[in-house]
């Protein structure tokens, strides 16, 4: 059974850091791109951040370029994204996603194209 977890998110002021982690498990790990997707209140699904199979292919939403850092330990079978100077925007549910293959368009990952989701992780930050 293929399951993500994410780790726990939590509430942090602006301007602050946070690093989600999530770990797969029933699938083979370092085969698969592993990516972040968010879903604020009221909004749809967005990509934030993906990684190829070695973590040298890296894709950022325009967003999150320069704050936020997405790396992976395939010998932990996790994937990391590390949150800088966030900012009440940045206020969602965070998603871990998990694909064979996939194009990117425009540099962005489509939702279409994971095979596998997390259940999700809220972060807020607060003004």
């Known amino acids: 059974q293929v399951q993500l977890v994410e780790s726990a998110g939590g509430l942090v002021q602006a301007g602050g850091s946070l690093t989600l982690s999530c770990v797969g498990s029933?699938?083979?790990?370092?085969?698969?791109?592993m990516g972040w997707f968010r879903q604020a209140p009221g909004k749809e699904r967005e990509f934030v951040a993906g990684?190829?199979?070695?973590?040298?292919?890296?894709n950022y939403a325009d967003s999150v370029k320069g704050r936020f850092t997405i790396s992976r330990d395939n010998a932990k079978n996790t994937v990391y994204l590390q949150m800088n100077s966030l900012k009440p925007e940045d206020t969602a549910v965070y998603y871990c996603?998990?694909?064979?293959?996939?194009?990117?368009?425009?540099?962005?990952?489509?939702?279409?194209?994971?095979?596998?989701w997390g259940k999700g992780t809220l972060v807020t930050v607060s003004s």
């Open positions: 996603t998990a694909a064979s293959d996939l194009v990117v368009v425009g540099g962005k990952w489509r939702s279409t194209d994971i095979q596998y």
């Open positions: 029933g699938f083979t790990f370092s085969t698969f791109k």
């Open positions: 990684s190829n199979y070695g973590g040298w292919g890296i």
